[in-house]
């Protein structure tokens, strides 16, 4: 005895999958921004205060594919005061702020971006072919 096991609907499921794409990224960005806000001030709290120029230049940024938190770029010593590199300031690669609270926010953005994709994924009009 011979069973044939035939699928159906792997071409609509890939047009599916194609056109959620488009729809997924844009979706998490947009539930990241109350994150990124969140990571941006965590960040403003832990850089030195001695104008508050600095702590000022931290924000948030839609960049290609999501959002970024970090310097704008409007204070010169940004970088010395992240990453150090003289004056009596050991180099440290990671950075001294950014990075460190961006890596403890890891599991909260992990919960943010997945629960916005599994939103955006019930919410799509996914095909239903029929043989």
Known sequence: MTT???????????????????????????????????VADQVRGRVPVVTGQLAGSIGTSNEEGGIGVGYDGSVPYDGWIEFGG???????????????????SEDEFITV???????????????????
């Open 4 to 38: 044939e096991v035939k699928f159906i609907g792997t071409e609509a499921a890939m047009a599916d999958l194609r056109k959620w794409a488009d729809q997924v990224a844009p979706a998490v960005t947009k539930a990241s921004e109350p994150f990124a806000d969140r």
């Open 86 to 104: 003289g004056r009596a300031r050991p180099y440290i690669s990671e950075g001294r702020y950014l990075f460190p609270v961006a890596a403890a």
């Open 113 to 131: 971006a997945t629960e916005a994709a599994t939103e955006s994924a019930e919410r799509f009009a996914w095909s239903t072919p029929s043989a």
